[in-house]
């Protein structure tokens, strides 16, 4: 990727949802990353990848931004609800903490109450909803 302002800063926002098989839900919350309410499209964001798992009816949405647009992911938390975001990587101040580490504190990959912790960005995780999204800059 390459771009024509020098120091230009991403994030990369994996946004895991709890649907796949109504395909029209999860564009819908695709669309909300690209454009603000009033339908003007955002600059400097866009949707890199959509891949939902029909089987387990789950999906991941893939979203780069600017640096800047990290309050994107506040806006996202509206769209869809039970969101909580963990911040990692250069998004993560001052602890900086890998996607590795912050997996780990949180006990991403276990199955513990996620209640008690408490998001970047977003709602408290319930069980039904987990774990839901992570930014992280580039």
Same mark, same amino acid.
Request: hydrophobic content about 40%; proline content about 3%.
């Given at each position: 990727?390459?771009?024509?302002?020098?120091?230009?800063?991403?994030?990369?926002?994996?946004?895991?949802?709890?649907?796949?098989?109504?395909?029209?839900?999860?564009?819908? &919350?695709?669309?909300?990353?690209?454009?603000?309410?009033?339908?003007?499209?955002?600059?400097?964001?866009?949707?890199?990848?959509?891949?939902?798992?029909?089987?387990?009816?789950?999906?991941? &949405?893939?979203?780069?931004?600017? &640096?800047?647009?990290?309050?994107?992911?506040?806006?996202?938390?509206?769209?869809?609800?039970?969101?909580?975001?963990?911040?990692?990587?250069?998004? =993560?101040?001052?602890?900086?903490?890998?996607?590795?580490?912050?997996?780990?504190?949180?006990?991403?990959?276990?199955?513990?109450?996620?209640?008690?912790?408490?998001? =970047? &960005?977003?709602?408290?995780?319930?069980?039904?909803?987990?774990?839901?999204?992570?930014?992280?800059?580039?």
């Amino acid at each position: 990727m390459s771009s024509s302002r020098l120091g230009l800063r991403l994030a990369a926002c994996l946004l895991n949802i709890s649907e796949a098989r109504r395909k029209n839900v999860v564009e819908k &919350i695709a669309k909300a990353a690209l454009f603000e309410e009033n339908g003007k499209e955002y600059s400097q964001v866009t949707v890199l990848n959509i891949f939902s798992d029909h089987n387990y009816n789950r999906s991941v &949405i893939t979203i780069a931004a600017t &640096i800047e647009k990290l309050g994107l992911a506040e806006k996202l938390t509206v769209h869809v609800p039970g969101c909580s975001v963990f911040l990692f990587g250069e998004a =993560d101040q001052p602890e900086k903490r890998s996607l590795v580490q912050r997996r780990k504190q949180l006990g991403w990959f276990s199955r513990r109450e996620f209640s008690s912790l408490k998001p =970047d &960005i977003g709602t408290t995780p319930n069980k039904r909803c987990g774990l839901t999204a992570c930014f992280r800059a580039l």
